[in-house]
Antibody, heavy 130, light 110 residues
């Protein structure tokens, strides 16, 4: 059974950098999957942040897609040695306060579907406040 | 303002059939698969429907999905109290090169 677990600071200061990690068990981070970050601000709906694909090539950092509205501030990366992936969001404001989820995309027949997230972490609340 | 729109709320009584709609455009729903999620407060979203109308194992057949053109629908038959949740549709958007979620529909079981 695939399991994902988010971790990171629950409080970040305005203009600082939000950093979260998602530890993956039951699957390899270098398997044929895209690994995503999704967030939900208080009282609002789900927002896709971005995703990453890594094929295990040690000379390749992975392929990424980012939400255009966040692209200038977001970096998603993979740590193959720890079987985890990470999110960095810089220049944060109160609008970035949210529950952040990591998730895995559904794959079938050699194709993966970024909008089909079949396994999720339980989510972690990050508050941006001084 | 999401590029994929859903009705903010829906309601029904136990045993009824309710439908939740999702409207997009040719760059998302019209040209890509639609996915539906059930989200209960304090829990992770759960994939209910994938590739427009497929149910993951363990999802009751009371839940069904359909798509026509640039719109999609989630139908829940035999409504139960435990179905009370937020429901989101999602699709890949070719123009944005990313995933778009609908704004969500809050389902109330009266």
């Amino acid at each position: 059974q695939v399991q994902l677990q988010e971790s990171g600071p629950g409080l970040v200061k305005p203009s600082g950098t939000l950093s979260l990690t998602c530890a993956v068990s039951g699957a390899s981070i270098s398997s044929n999957n895209w690994w995503s970050w999704v967030r939900q601000p208080p009282g609002k709906g789900l927002e896709w942040i971005g995703d990453i694909y890594h094929n295990g090539d040690i000379y390749h950092s992975g392929s990424t897609n980012y939400n255009p509205s966040l692209k200038s501030r977001v970096t998603i990366s993979v740590d193959r040695s720890k079987n985890q992936f990470s999110l960095r969001l810089n220049s944060v404001t109160a609008a970035d306060t949210a529950v952040y989820y990591c998730a895995r995309s559904y794959c079938s027949g050699g194709s993966c579907y970024s909008a089909g997230l079949d396994f999720w972490g339980q989510g972690t609340l990050v508050t941006v406040s001084s | 303002q999401s590029v994929v729109t859903q009705q903010p709320s829906a309601s029904g009584t136990p045993g009824q059939r309710v439908s939740i709609s999702c409207s997009g455009s040719s760059s998302n729903i019209g040209n890509n698969y639609v996915y539906w999620y059930q989200h209960l407060p304090g829990t992770a979203p759960k994939l209910l429907i994938y590739r427009n109308n497929q149910r993951p194992s363990g999802v009751p057949d009371r839940f069904s999905g359909s798509k026509s053109g640039t719109s999609a629908s989630l139908a829940i038959s035999g409504l139960r109290s435990e179905d009370e949740a937020d429901y989101y549709c999602a699709a890949w958007d070719d123009s944005l090169t990313g995933v778009v979620f609908g704004g969500g529909t809050k389902l109330t079981v009266l």
